[in-house]
Structure formats: structure tokens, C-alpha cells
């Protein structure tokens, strides 16, 4: 049975697969100023734990554009920029780029989205389509 994975720094989590972890945590940092909000899932596994899903929301003005976001994860995650098979894909939010693992696109300048999930790709794709930017809440 699939769940949602609630909302997070102003966006939803709509869709998480079946079987993934119940243990959810929250935290939020910045780096090289650009600001995070993160939930992750994990499970209890012999020896410890093992993360199923990560979701970070980034807000920073130097994620100008879907390549400036490219070049900031490669650097946060310690790879060369130009690694992993990435192909672009259309999120309801704005331009996107998806691999085997990773997807993340840019809903604005400034704020992007960055989804870590190793389940396939079609779920991946299904997980990173379902976080969607919270409407702007009538004033």
C-alpha cells in the first residue's frame, strides 16, 4: 500500500512506493549558501539502517537555472558534474533532470528539488512527479 509522505519546506510529498521505511526524520542545514530541508526514510536492517528516500527542498540565489542546480549537486555530493546518466524529464513544477537514482529540477530561481531514491527508475520518476509546490495559500 502506497502513502503520501506529507509536506515539506512548501512542497507535498504525494506518493511514496509500498515497503518504504517507516522511520521519518527531518532536519534542515545549509551549505555553500544554499539552504536545505530534508526528510528522509529508512529502515531497521541487521547491522542498522538503510535509507529508502530522501527528499531535499534547496532554496539559494545560486540555483539560477537547471544547470546551476547540476553543477551545485555535483559538488554537495562529491561527483564530477558531467557523471551519471541524467536525461531530462518535464516536472509539473519546472525543468527537470532524472537518472537511475537521483532526480531534481528547478521550480524557480533560487528553489529546486532534489529527490535520492534507488527503487527504479519508473518509480523514481512516480516519487519525484508527486512532489509537488504547495499552492500559495489565499491571504
Known sequence: MARDGGELDGFSIGYLPAGTGEAVSDFAT???DVRFVTRVWERQVDGGYRVDLRVHVLRGERLTD???????????HERDAAAGNF???THPDGPG????????WLTEPGVAVNV???PGPETLRAIAEGVTREPASAA
Open 116 to 118: 535520492l531514491a534507488a
Open 97 to 104: 533532470l532524472i537518472g537511475d537514482a537521483e532526480a531534481f
Open 66 to 76: 537547471l544547470d546551476a542546480v547540476r553543477e551545485f549537486l555535483a559538488e554537495y
Open 87 to 89: 536525461v531530462e524529464f
Open 30 to 32: 545549509e551549505w555553500e
